[in-house]
């Protein structure tokens, strides 16, 4: 079984920073893509950050993120960290990270998700 738990989450002040963090445990053979998204409340998940994986350390942002926003992960230990600069109310949202991953004993991938961290940002 595979879990992924986010932390780092709370209530900043617009111009602040915060540092989320997503640890994959279990019986993992192998993770590839980790990524970050947010949701609001009525509107879709979108995607905010992605990192690639298997030694290629290509990233994505989402525009509205893009030079506030650093994606890291540290593969040894299966995690990946959001590190989030100028926050704005606008970046007031559910935070959720998201992996594709091989259980062991599998030859199949899957994606999988943690439960979320609420981050909001106050102006």
């Known amino acids: 079984q595979v879990q992924l738990e986010e932390s780092g989450g709370g209530l900043v002040q617009a111009g602040g920073s915060l540092k989320l963090s997503c640890a994959a445990s279990?019986?993992?053979?192998?993770?590839?893509?980790m990524r970050w998204y947010r949701q609001v409340p009525g509107k879709q998940r979108e995607l905010v950050a992605a990192m690639f994986g298997g030694g290629d350390a290509r990233t994505n942002y989402a525009d509205s993120v893009k030079g506030r926003f650093t994606i890291s992960r540290d593969n040894a230990k299966n995690t990946v960290s959001l590190q989030m600069y100028s926050l704005r109310p606008e970046d007031t949202a559910v935070y959720y990270c998201?992996?594709?991953?091989?259980?062991?004993?599998?030859?199949?991938?899957?994606?999988?998700w943690g439960q979320g961290t609420q981050v909001t940002v106050s102006s």
């Open positions: 998201n992996a594709d991953v091989r259980p062991t004993m599998s030859s199949k991938w899957y994606q999988y």
């Open positions: 279990g019986s993992i053979a192998g993770i590839s893509a």
